[in-house]
C-alpha cells in the first residue's frame, strides 16, 4: 500500500468498489436524525407556570393547616378570658353556701352572674348538689363528668346540655358539718352556651386569616415579579439568539445570565462548535470534490470526443478501454471522497457502534480480497489469534478501513510477492498490521501521506487518489485508535499497525 502517485490507499478492488458505491453514497447523503429527546417532550410547558405551580398550592395548604391551628388558637384564648369569669362565678357560689345542723342555705350572690350580663344572648345554668347527690337549687339534670376528689378545685367542661354546647365549671366545697348525710363536701355547678365564645373566636380567626391571605397575595406578587426579573436575561439571550445571522456559530457570549443557566450556555456553545465543525468539513469536502472531480470529468469527456471522431474498429476499441479505466478511476474517486466524508468524526455519521468480533471481520476482508492478490501473483496470509477479538465500533467503517488497507498492499507490491495481513491483541489494545514487500513510503513522507489528495510522485498506480491513508486514519481515530507506519521485515516494504481499544475481554 504505496502512497504512489499521491500515497494512494483508496478503495478496494474496483468490483468491491463499485458494490459499495451506491451505499456510501446514500449513507453520506441521508441526514443525521432528528430526534428530539424523551425528557424535553415530557417537561415541556412555561417556566414560571411550573414555578407557581409547585409552590402556590403548597402554600394555600400551609394557609389552610395554619388557619385550622389560628382558629383553635382563638378559641383556646377566648376560652381561657371566658373561663376565669366562669371560675369567679362557681367560687362566688360557693362562698355563699353555708350548712347548720344538717341543713345546706345557699344564697347565690349577685356577682355570679354580673360577669355575664354583656352576654345577654347566652343562657346560664347552676346547681347545687348537697353530699348525697340531692339537688339543693338550680337545675336538677346539670351533673358534670366524674370529678376528682379535691376541695376548692374548679374544673371546665365542654358538653352537650338541653340541645346545645355548654361551657361547665365544677367544684367541691367541703362545709365541715358533721350532722350532714353522706358526707360533708357539696357540689356546685356553674354553665353557660358557648355561643358568643364561637362568635369572639371566630371574629378573631377571620382577622388573622385575612392577615394571613394578605400576606400570601402579596409573597404570590413578589414571586412573579421575582420571576419575571430572574427571566428577563434568559429574554434577552433568546432575542440575541433569534436575530443572528444564520451562519453566526461564534460562542454565545453568559454575560449577565444566571449561574443555574451557564451549563446550559456551555451546552450550546459545545453543540454549535461540532455544528461549526461539521459545517467546515462539508464545505472542505465539497471544495476537494469540486477541484478533484473536474480533471477526471474533463478526461472523460476528452476520450468520448476524440473516440467519436475515430472510424478505425481498432483505435476505437482502445480509446473505449482508455474510456473505461478513465471511469473505474472516477467511479473510484467518488466512491473514496464519499467514505471520507462518512468517516470523519465532525460528521458524527460514524457514532453508530456495536460490538464486533474484529479477527473475524479482518479474516473475512482478506477472504474477500483474496482474488486480486491471485491475480497480481501475490501470495495473501492472514495470521490470526485463533478466538474471537471483540471491540466496540462501526462494523461497515471498519471493514472499509481494513479493505483499504490490504487491498493497496496488493496494488502497490510486485508481482511474486507477499502481503500479510494479522491481527493480535496486546496491553488491553486489539492491533491489526497489513505488511507488503513493495517499495514502501520513505520516513520524510510518512507524516504527508495521510492529507488528502497528497501523492508520491513516481510511485505505484497512476489512477490514485491521494485518500486512502486519510480515509483510515480518519477511521482509526473516530474509534479512539491510532495508526502506525514502519518499514517491513528486513526493511523492505512497508507495514501499516492500526490500534484500537478493545470492547471486552477476548472469548476463548
Known amino acids: 500500500m504505496r502512497a504512489a502517485p499521491g500515497a494512494e490507499q483508496g478503495g478496494r478492488a474496483d468490483g468491491a468498489a463499485a458494490q459499495g458505491d ?6 453520506a447523503a441521508a441526514p443525521a436524525a432528528d430526534v428530539e429527546p424523551a425528557a424535553l417532550r415530557r417537561h415541556g410547558g412555561s417556566l414560571r407556570r411550573r414555578v407557581l405551580g409547585w409552590l402556590l398550592p403548597p402554600l394555600a395548604i400551609m394557609l389552610v393547616v395554619n388557619a385550622w391551628f389560628s382558629y383553635r388558637g382563638a378559641l383556646d384564648a377566648v376560652n381561657q378570658a371566658y373561663d376565669r369569669t366562669l371560675t369567679a362565678s362557681v367560687r362566688a357560689i360557693g362562698e355563699r353556701t353555708h350548712s347548720l345542723e344538717g341543713e345546706i342555705q345557699v344564697d347565690i350572690p ?58 361547665m365549671a365544677a367544684m367541691y366545697k367541703r362545709l365541715y358539718d358533721p350532722a350532714l348525710e353522706g358526707g360533708d363536701a357539696v357540689l356546685i355547678v356553674f354553665a353557660e352556651t358557648t355561643g358568643a365564645r364561637e362568635t369572639l373566636a371566630r371574629e378573631l380567626f377571620l382577622a388573622s386569616l385575612q392577615r394571613q391571605s ?62 461549526s465543525a461539521m459545517l467546515a468539513a462539508r464545505r472542505r469536502f465539497l471544495a476537494d470534490a469540486a477541484h478533484q472531480i473536474r480533471t477526471p470529468l474533463a478526461v472523460l469527456t476528452t476520450q468520448a470526443e476524440y473516440g467519436l471522431r475515430q472510424t478505425d474498429p481498432e483505435e476505437m476499441l482502445n480509446t473505449f478501454a482508455s474510456l473505461l479505466r478513465s471511469t473505474r478511476a472516477a467511479r473510484r474517486l467518488a466512491n473514496q471522497m464519499l467514505t471520507l466524508s462518512r468517516a470523519e468524526a465532525a460528521n458524527g455519521l460514524i457514532d453508530e457502534r456495536a460490538p464486533l468480533d474484529l ?16 491475480k497480481r501473483s501475490i501470495d495473501l496470509a492472514y495470521e490470526g489469534i485463533g478466538h474471537a477479538l471483540m471491540i466496540e465500533g462501526n462494523a461497515p467503517m471498519l471493514r472499509e478501513m481494513v479493505s483499504n488497507l490490504v487491498d493497496n498492499a496488493i496494488r502497490y507490491s510486485p508481482p511474486d510477492s507477499a502481503v500479510t495481513v494479522a491481527v493480535a491483541a496486546f496491553d488491553g489494545e486489539a492491533v491489526v498490521s497489513v505488511c507488503d514487500q513493495g517499495p514502501g513510503i520513505p520516513e520524510a513522507e510518512r507524516e504527508r501521506v495521510f492529507q488528502r489528495f497528497y501523492r508520491i510522485l513516481g510511485q505505484g498506480d497512476s489512477d490514485g487518489s491521494g485518500l486512502g491513508l486519510a480515509i483510515v486514519r480518519e477511521i482509526a481515530l473516530a474509534h479512539d485508535g491510532r495508526i502506525t507506519l514502519r518499514d517491513g521485515e528486513g526493511g523492505h516494504g ?15
Open 359 to 374: 479477527a473475524g471481520l479482518v479474516k473475512d476482508v482478506a477472504m474477500e480480497l483474496a482474488p486480486l492478490a491471485l
Open 214 to 275: 394578605a400576606l400570601v397575595a402579596v409573597g404570590a406578587v413578589l414571586v412573579l415579579l421575582a420571576l419575571g426579573t430572574a427571566f428577563r436575561p434568559l429574554v434577552a439571550l433568546r432575542d440575541h439568539i433569534r436575530n443572528r445571522d444564520e451562519e453566526d456559530l461564534t460562542p454565545v457570549r453568559a454575560d449577565g445570565v444566571p449561574s443555574e443557566v451557564a451549563p446550559l450556555i456551555d451546552a450550546i456553545n459545545h453543540h454549535m462548535q461540532r455544528l
Open 494 to 508: 512497508l507495514c501499516v499497525e492500526v490500534e484500537l481499544p478493545l470492547g471486552a475481554a477476548p472469548a476463548p
Open 22 to 27: 451506491g451505499e456510501a453514497a446514500a449513507a
Open 110 to 167: 349577685y356577682a355570679a352572674f354580673e360577669g355575664f350580663e354583656d352576654s345577654a344572648a347566652e343562657r346560664i345554668f347552676h346547681a347545687v348538689f348537697d353530699p348525697a347527690g340531692v339537688l339543693v337549687t338550680g337545675y336538677a339534670d346539670l351533673r358534670p363528668p366524674t370529678l376528682p376528689a379535691g376541695e376548692g378545685m374548679v374544673r371546665i367542661f365542654d358538653l352537650a346540655y338541653r340541645g346545645e354546647t355548654v361551657r
